[in-house]
Each structure stands twice: as C-alpha cells, then as structure tokens.
C-alpha cells in the first residue's frame, strides 16, 4: 500500500495515530526494539546483581569474580542505561564460576 505518502492506516500505527509513512513506523520499530533491549538488559542485570545472583554466589562462597563477568556486568550495564546504541542484542552469559 505505499501510495499517496501514506504507508499504514488506523489498525497498523501506534499511539493513536491514524496514518504513518513507511519511514515513520520504521524508526518506531527501530526505537521500540531499543526499548525492549534495555529493559532485557535492565532485568538480566537485576538478576546478576540482585540477593540471588552470580556476584553474590561468589562473594558468599569467598570465590573471585571472573573477568568475563565483570565485562558482562558492565556490557549490560551500558545497554540498560543507553550508553551503548550499537548493540542488537544482548552479550552471551559467561560460564558459571566453579564453586558457586
């Protein structure tokens, strides 16, 4: 439907409006989809960080936190926050520390 302009009608177009171009939607798709990945950020971070997450499991049994944790800390951190606008997704959980 790409005449006149006008690429989506009423049902397709977010936030009450009635008409977008094909432009328009994609860069709200594009900023939605940024959204949605720092809030996953934001919640994987919770988990990591909160009372019953890997950095309290190594502090608990007196155990180091690895380097690829504190990188995966600090990846999350700068997507949870908006520092890092490259990232499509999030980074790969590093292995488990032993003793944990």
């Known amino acids: 439907m790409w005449t006149n302009g ?5 049902g397709d177009c977010p936030f009450g409006w009635t008409e977008a ?8 798709n594009i900023n939605r989809s940024k ?4 809030q996953s950020a934001q919640q994987e971070l919770d988990k ?3 009372p019953r997450g890997t950095i309290i499991r190594c502090v608990t049994a007196g ?3 690895p380097t690829s944790w ?7 951190r700068n997507i949870a926050n908006g520092t890092d606008t ?6 790969v959980v590093p292995t488990y520390p032993e003793g944990t």
């Open 63 to 65: 155990v180091a936190i």
């Open 48 to 50: 990591v960080t909160g």
């Open 70 to 76: 504190t990188t995966y800390i600090v990846s999350l």
């Open 86 to 91: 490259t990232s499509t997704d999030l980074p």
């Open 6 to 10: 006008i690429d989506f009608v009423f």
């Open 21 to 28: 171009t094909q432009e328009q939607m994609y860069t709200y």
């Open 35 to 38: 959204i949605i990945l720092q």
